[in-house]
């Protein structure tokens, strides 16, 4: 019983991280666990029944009650009503007829199709699904490789994970107390990063085989200069302006992210109207499409804090450290080192938010003591949990598309055509991967490349 006392905590992870396989909703399986485990430490003198009294109060304090969160469900309705109303369509095709000379063009125009609507949505399952829907039909009519499509595709979706508005980045900065406008401008060099990789990536293989990413003909797209002229003005020039009005009133400091979050559902909108394309029928489908995200998400929110408080009650930060000085992981840098890869390995199987939920609560209690000032520069703690946010979500990016579980894969596979099997997909998205590990490589290298924009607006000093 010695035993048992002194390591519940362990059997509780263990439990939960074999429970989490069991096909239940993730809600579900970690508030039961939190419970049946706080109960189990009620009958061995290890958990006192008061201490179930907090969790409501811990629950509504984090989540419900909290202004901050107020933007998931915003930004959620202004992803999806721009995705409904065809403006993300019509946004790409212009993509298309701009870069129709470049080598890769219609891929670097996903890519870069990616870039934009990660940052009108940061639902990289609506992003998935809409770029394969309307890119990949024109990828494989033009004869490109199967693989290097599905792969652009893929990757392209997932910028959104991190790409401000994310919505990652709001829940992670309400987890750790940290300014969510920080995050969303130390986020914004890293995901152009990525971005750029991808395109480098594209362009040179294009250049080498270009039998795997074949031209467009010149005589698609606009033949006039005026048809031309109207198509930037009428696809391109307004979801642009909407981002840079969304993330522009956050970085100046004239609005905080709900309330921009507010700005950009409006403008959504307004461009859905421009379109012609509001209706009773789609503001039903959005709003019912947004609802059901927004509720799984503070769900899973829910079931984490209970989990998180029973995991702490039972000694689990303690049972954390012990085990790192038993594997001689002693410094921040290792300790880093090790939840970076275990992350990484956990995105083989799990979701961002469960990773997120899981590992945040654990972790940054005990990188936060440790100190990283001559690697990062003055700053205090604030500054390294900013810079450890955005590591962890690059690193988080793999886990949409890591087998066997990566749910872009899973969302790409039931929109794709069946021609294209789940091998293809995973051989397709290896080189992304890989590209995004050389990006969180940079970051951990060059710490100033996540920091130097919050500095220079002034939210770290």
């Not at 250049?207 to 467009?216: F, G, R, S, T």
């Not at 998180?308 to 038993?326: M, P």
């Not at 594997?327 to 939840?339: A, D, K, Q, R, S």
Request: aromatic fraction near 10%; hydrophobic fraction near 55%; charged fraction near 10%.
């Amino acid at each position: 019983m010695t035993w048992v006392n002194e390591y519940i905590s362990l059997v509780l992870f263990i439990v939960l991280a074999l429970t989490l396989f069991c096909g239940f909703p993730v809600a579900f399986v970690l508030g039961g666990i939190g419970i049946l485990f706080g109960a189990i430490g009620i009958l061995l003198g290890l958990f006192e029944p008061i201490q179930f009294f907090n969790l409501l109060p811990r629950i509504w304090g984090t989540a419900a009650s909290n202004p901050i969160l107020v933007a998931v469900p915003m930004f959620i309705f202004m992803g999806t009503m721009l995705e409904k109303s065809g403006v993300a369509d019509d946004l790409l095709h212009c993509l298309q007829v701009l870069l129709r000379r470049v080598p890769g063009g219609l891929a670097m125009s996903v890519t870069i199709m990616g870039t934009i609507m990660a940052a009108t949505t940061g639902i990289v399952g609506a992003s998935v699904v809409m770029l394969t829907m309307i890119a990949l039909p024109s990828m494989l009519e033009r004869k490109y490789d199967t693989k290097l499509a599905v792969g652009t595709i893929a990757s392209a979706g997932t910028l959104g994970i991190l790409i401000p508005p994310s919505i990652m980045l709001v829940i992670m900065g309400d987890l750790l107390s940290i300014s969510v406008g920080a995050l969303f401008a130390a986020a914004v060099i890293p995901g152009v990063i990525l971005a750029a990789l991808y395109l480098s990536y594209i362009c040179v293989t294009s250049l080498v085989n270009p039998k795997k990413a074949p031209a467009l003909p010149d005589s698609s797209g606009p033949k006039t200069r005026k048809e031309f002229v109207r198509m930037i003005g009428r696809s391109f020039i307004p979801p642009v302006f909407l981002i840079v009005l969304v993330l522009g009133s956050i970085f100046g400091g004239w609005a905080t992210p709900t309330e921009a979050a507010g700005i950009g559902s409006l403008g959504a909108l307004i461009l859905a109207q421009a379109k012609g394309r509001l209706n009773l029928t789609t503001l039903k489908s959005v709003i019912e499409r947004a609802g059901l995200t927004n509720g799984m998400v503070f769900f899973i929110i829910f079931g984490a804090t209970l989990f998180s408080y029973v995991f702490r009650s039972l000694g689990g930060d303690e049972l954390i450290v012990e085990i790192l000085s038993a594997m001689g992981i002693n410094t921040g840098w290792e300790i880093l080192v090790f939840m970076l890869v275990l992350t990484f390995a956990l995105g083989f199987f799990f979701d961002w938010i469960e990773i997120t939920l899981i590992v945040l609560p654990v972790f940054a209690p005990i990188l936060q003591g440790v100190d990283f000032g001559p690697h990062l520069g003055d700053g205090g703690p604030i500054l390294f949990l900013t810079w450890f946010v955005i590591m962890l979500s690059v690193n988080l990016q793999t886990s949409f598309l890591t087998p066997p579980f990566g749910f872009t894969l899973f969302y790409m596979k039931g929109t794709v055509p069946p021609s294209i099997n789940m091998g293809q997909i995973y051989r397709g998205i290896i080189p992304f991967v890989l590209l995004q590990l050389t990006g969180l490589a940079l970051l951990i290298a060059f710490p100033q490349l996540v920091l130097w924009l919050p500095r220079t607006v002034g939210f770290l000093q």
